[in-house]
């Protein structure tokens, strides 16, 4: 970019933007407080304060980590300001480095509305791990923005590396609290790359490649060794849909299982039909046992694997439908306060829950597309074909790719038709289509020439391929 210091008055522009930033952060606490909790969330906080084991039916690193804030703050609120901090962390590194890159006060503004959309903000304090992978996604987006400033002022390696480490841990955390942001995290891991390096060499793809591995494996094995979470075996939840939505009553009664899995069995295809149910068969027809799926499980996976391979017109048709409806009739596009419970625990202040609730509601019916898949889906795959040719062409396409990835990732394995599965690419495809529009006539500057960075020669000590840092 080759822009030049920021001048007095342009700095002071970037506090204004921190400031907001962090009354933004304060409101959405306010609102919140102390935070929205769904049956998941309060699972998730019973097995975070010790009254529940740690198990791995949701990724245990959530609870983990609030147990650790809970155990320095005292309080179960410190998850929603901690969410609610990266949130619009994010969002306020975001608007000053597109400050800083184009000079454009509304543009930097506009970066920071993104956080205020009904789309974005009706789960902004919701404890739930699709909320945490999208903003630890966003936070890494952040961090690749930073470098992407930098960049053409030659920084030490150090700084690149630094920022590398801290981008890379964003998205392992993702990976780890929402195993299927796989899909979504590598393409914000190229444009982390490629924004920290112009022309990045082998040796550095490899490098950065094995310290996102490492970020990734290590807490990983930790958790898995040191905490020891119960092993639920809920991948079978999926499996348990597919047979009781492809196979018939008559073939589930013919089935190759103990006769008390294939009573049950039965009695889930027949119960999820009159009750209409289209999928999360566990929860709404399954005469779930006292082990949950732990000892379904081997023979659902057994069952699984002989059956979907002699019906698969039968299950395509099945996954094609569950996901026509995720993206034409998304459902659950706004979690309104805690659900029930018996740990004594209320929304802290609810007239301004209440308006949160009307403002989210009210443009989920006046503007009810902006609450359907297939919307941002499309968005998605336009910013990725298309991202123009302009300043941020290159994070644009990424964000594109990235949406669209974890939209179509859903398809093979979706347990529902939640609004929240479709978070990340209302929120990264909003940032895109500002990014394009921000972009659009301003160009990056060529590639440095060999032996060169920045536009200047290197020092003769200096190697010429900062790719291979």
Same mark, same amino acid.
């Given at each position: 970019?080759?822009?030049?210091?920021?001048?007095?008055?342009?700095?002071?522009?970037?506090?204004?933007?921190?400031?907001?930033?962090?009354?933004?952060?304060?409101?959405?606490?306010?609102?919140?407080?102390?935070?929205?909790?769904?049956?998941?969330?309060?699972?998730?906080?019973?097995?975070?304060?010790?009254?529940?084991?740690?198990?791995?039916?949701?990724?245990?690193?959530?609870?983990?980590?609030?147990?650790?804030?809970?155990?320095?703050? #005292?309080?179960?609120?410190?998850?929603?300001?901690?969410?609610?901090?990266?949130?619009?962390?994010?969002?306020?590194?975001?608007?000053?480095?597109?400050?800083?890159?184009?000079?454009?006060?509304?543009?930097?503004?506009?970066?920071?509305?993104?956080?205020?959309?009904?789309?974005?903000?009706?789960?902004?304090?919701?404890?739930?791990?699709?909320?945490?992978?999208?903003?630890?996604?966003?936070?890494?987006?952040?961090?690749?923005?930073?470098?992407?400033?930098?960049?053409?002022?030659?920084?030490?390696?150090?700084?690149?590396?630094?920022?590398?480490?801290?981008?890379?841990?964003?998205?392992?955390?993702?990976?780890?609290?929402?195993?299927?942001?796989?899909?979504?995290?590598?393409?914000?891991?190229?444009?982390?790359?490629?924004?920290?390096?112009?022309?990045?060499?082998?040796?550095?793809?490899?490098?950065?490649?094995?310290?996102?591995?490492?970020?990734?494996?290590?807490?990983?094995?930790?958790?898995?060794?040191?905490?020891?979470?119960?092993?639920?075996?809920?991948?079978?939840?999926?499996?348990?849909?597919?047979?009781?939505?492809?196979?018939?009553?008559?073939?589930?009664?013919?089935?190759?299982?103990?006769?008390?899995?294939?009573? /049950?069995?039965?009695?889930?295809?027949?119960?999820?039909?009159?009750?209409?149910?289209?999928?999360?068969?566990?929860?709404?027809?399954?005469?779930?046992?006292?082990?949950?799926?732990?000892?379904?499980?081997?023979?659902?996976?057994?069952?699984?694997?002989?059956?979907?391979?002699?019906?698969?017109?039968?299950?395509?048709?099945?996954?094609?439908?569950?996901?026509?409806?995720?993206?034409?009739?998304?459902?659950?596009?706004?979690?309104?306060?805690?659900?029930?419970?018996?740990?004594?625990?209320?929304?802290?202040?609810?007239?301004?829950?209440?308006?949160?609730?009307?403002?989210?509601?009210?443009?989920?019916?006046?503007? /009810?597309?902006?609450?359907?898949?297939?919307?941002?889906?499309?968005?998605?795959?336009?910013?990725?074909?298309?991202?123009?040719? #302009?300043?941020?062409?290159?994070?644009?396409?990424?964000?594109?790719?990235?949406?669209?990835?974890?939209?179509? #990732?859903?398809?093979?394995?979706?347990?529902?038709?939640?609004? /929240?599965?479709?978070?990340?690419?209302?929120?990264?495809?909003?940032?895109?289509?500002?990014?394009?529009?921000?972009?659009?006539?301003?160009?990056?500057?060529?590639?440095?020439?060999?032996?060169?960075?920045?536009?200047?020669?290197?020092?003769?000590?200096?190697?010429?391929?900062?790719?291979?840092?």
């Amino acid at each position: 970019m080759g822009q030049k210091p920021l001048t007095a008055g342009a700095q002071r522009w970037v506090w204004v933007l921190a400031a907001v930033a962090a009354l933004c952060c304060l409101a959405t606490v306010l609102v919140f407080a102390p935070g929205f909790l769904s049956p998941d969330s309060l699972d998730q906080l019973r097995q975070a304060q010790g009254k529940a084991p740690l198990t791995d039916w949701h990724p245990p690193v959530l609870s983990l980590v609030w147990r650790a804030l809970i155990a320095v703050t #005292g309080s179960i609120t410190s998850m929603l300001v901690l969410q609610s901090a990266v949130l619009w962390g994010a969002l306020g590194v975001l608007a000053g480095c597109v400050w800083e890159l184009t000079r454009s006060r509304g543009g930097s503004l506009a970066v920071l509305g993104v956080g205020l959309a009904p789309f974005v903000l009706n789960f902004a304090g919701v404890v739930w791990k699709d909320v945490h992978a999208a903003f630890a996604l966003l936070a890494a987006c952040a961090v690749a923005f930073t470098g992407l400033r930098l960049r053409d002022r030659d920084p030490r390696p150090a700084v690149r590396w630094a920022l590398l480490g801290l981008g890379a841990l964003f998205l392992a955390y993702a990976m780890l609290v929402r195993k299927n942001a796989f899909v979504a995290a590598i393409p914000v891991f190229v444009m982390l790359v490629l924004a920290l390096w112009r022309a990045p060499g082998r040796r550095t793809w490899l490098t950065c490649t094995a310290a996102l591995v490492a970020a990734l494996v290590v807490p990983a094995a930790a958790i898995s060794l040191f905490a020891n979470p119960l092993q639920t075996k809920q991948g079978a939840q999926i499996m348990l849909d597919d047979l009781v939505h492809v196979l018939t009553v008559d073939d589930l009664r013919s089935a190759d299982v103990p006769p008390t899995l294939r009573d /049950r069995l039965v009695d889930s295809a027949r119960e999820c039909e009159r009750v209409g149910a289209l999928s999360d068969a566990y929860w709404a027809c399954y005469q779930r046992p006292a082990d949950g799926l732990r000892g379904d499980s081997g023979e659902i996976t057994s069952l699984w694997l002989r059956e979907m391979s002699g019906h698969v017109p039968d299950y395509l048709q099945y996954r094609l439908r569950l996901f026509a409806t995720l993206l034409f009739e998304t459902d659950y596009v706004y979690k309104a306060g805690i659900t029930r419970n018996d740990l004594g625990i209320e929304v802290a202040h609810p007239q301004l829950a209440d308006m949160l609730g009307t403002y989210v509601e009210g443009m989920a019916t006046d503007l /009810r597309w902006l609450f359907r898949g297939w919307f941002w889906l499309t968005v998605a795959l336009v910013l990725a074909v298309r991202p123009g040719r #302009g300043l941020f062409a290159m994070p644009v396409r990424a964000l594109g790719i990235s949406s669209a990835a974890y939209v179509l #990732g859903y398809l093979p394995i979706m347990p529902a038709t939640d609004f /929240r599965y479709v978070y990340w690419p209302a929120l990264a495809c909003t940032l895109g289509l500002l990014l394009l529009r921000l972009g659009r006539g301003r160009t990056a500057p060529p590639p440095a020439a060999p032996g060169a960075t920045a536009g200047r020669a290197l020092p003769a000590h200096q190697p010429a391929d900062a790719g291979s840092q």
